[in-house]
């Protein structure tokens, strides 16, 4: 086979296919467990893969993404968790580095296919700072959609927005 990864993406997650088109792939980038990267982030092919662009990318060089879940009735409609996270060797960080450098960590949403993304703030969510995030559509309703967010305790939890992601509880 032929590798059709973004380049010089380090750890991919995983692709997402739209159904209604076979060239518009979707990877999503954490990146690299040891480093910071400018390639962490969401990468969408719309020719099959051959060329690859960032659509979505997170704040700070140690940001990038966590999850991707695409709605399978409207493929234009994904949510994407954003976590800032770096490995060290005597320790993990999942979040900001410290109080003065905030996490870049975030729930997104876009319904253009990528091309614009809006940071989720809504009613529901708990307050920041956040580690990962991770979260998808029901495949029963695209209505539903579930996120974990790893915050402040006792804040860490699992969230559920039956909306589309307007409101949380």
């Known amino acids: 086979g032929t ?11 995983k692709i997402l296919i ?3 088109d076979s060239n518009t792939v979707y990877a999503w980038v954490p990146g690299k467990w040891w480093g ?7 990468h969408r092919t719309t ?40 490995r060290k060797g005597w320790t993990f960080r999942s979040g900001g580095d410290d109080e003065t450098k905030p996490s870049g960590s975030g729930l997104l949403k876009t319904i253009d296919g990528g091309t614009t993304w809006s940071e989720l703030q809504a009613s529901g969510l708990p ?24 915050a402040v305790p006792p804040a ?8 589309g992601g307007k409101t949380w509880e």
């Open 127 to 150: 307050p920041k700072p956040w580690g990962r995030v991770a979260g998808t559509i029901a495949p029963s309703n695209p209505n539903v959609v579930y996120a974990f967010i790893e």
């Open 36 to 42: 910071d990267s400018d390639d962490r982030g969401v």
């Open 156 to 163: 860490n939890a699992l969230y559920r927005s039956s909306d």
């Open 3 to 13: 590798n059709i990864a973004p380049r010089n993406s380090g750890l991919s997650s």
């Open 18 to 20: 739209d159904p209604t």
């Open 47 to 86: 020719d099959g893969g051959t060329t690859w662009a960032k659509v979505l990318k997170g704040s700070n060089a140690s940001t990038g993404c966590s999850m991707l879940s695409l709605d399978p009735q409207n493929p234009k409609t994904l949510f994407a968790g954003l976590w800032d996270f770096r």
